[in-house]
């Protein structure tokens, strides 16, 4: 009965994975190889006056205690707030 289930969230992209969550971004920021600033990009519809970004589904998601330890404050992996 669980592999049915695990199949089943599998093929229609149900799984969760601890550490991870769906977030809406706005903007993109492209580099080169180098790691040199290239562009940055608006995601969405730019026509929008309220252009919510595209949703990448699986973003890593530090909590709140993981943010703050050994009392330095950190940025989320990948994608964060400006």
């Given at each position: 009965?669980?592999?049915?289930?695990?199949?089943?969230?599998?093929?229609?992209?149900?799984?969760?994975e601890p550490g991870f969550k769906?977030?809406?971004?706005?903007?993109?920021?492209?580099?080169?190889?180098?790691?040199?600033?290239?562009?940055?990009?608006?995601?969405?519809?730019?026509?929008?006056?309220?252009?919510?970004?595209?949703?990448?589904?699986?973003?890593?998601?530090?909590?709140?205690?993981?943010?703050?330890?050994?009392?330095?404050?950190?940025?989320?992996?990948?994608?964060?707030?400006?």
């Amino acid at each position: 009965m669980l592999n049915l289930l695990a199949k089943y969230a599998l093929e229609h992209e149900l799984e969760a994975e601890p550490g991870f969550k769906p977030k809406q971004v706005r903007w993109l920021i492209v580099i080169d190889n180098q790691g040199s600033f290239v562009e940055a990009v608006e995601l969405g519809d730019a026509r929008q006056s309220r252009n919510t970004g595209a949703t990448f589904k699986k973003c890593p998601d530090l909590s709140q205690p993981e943010l703050i330890s050994g009392g330095v404050t950190r940025c989320q992996f990948l994608v964060e707030t400006a």
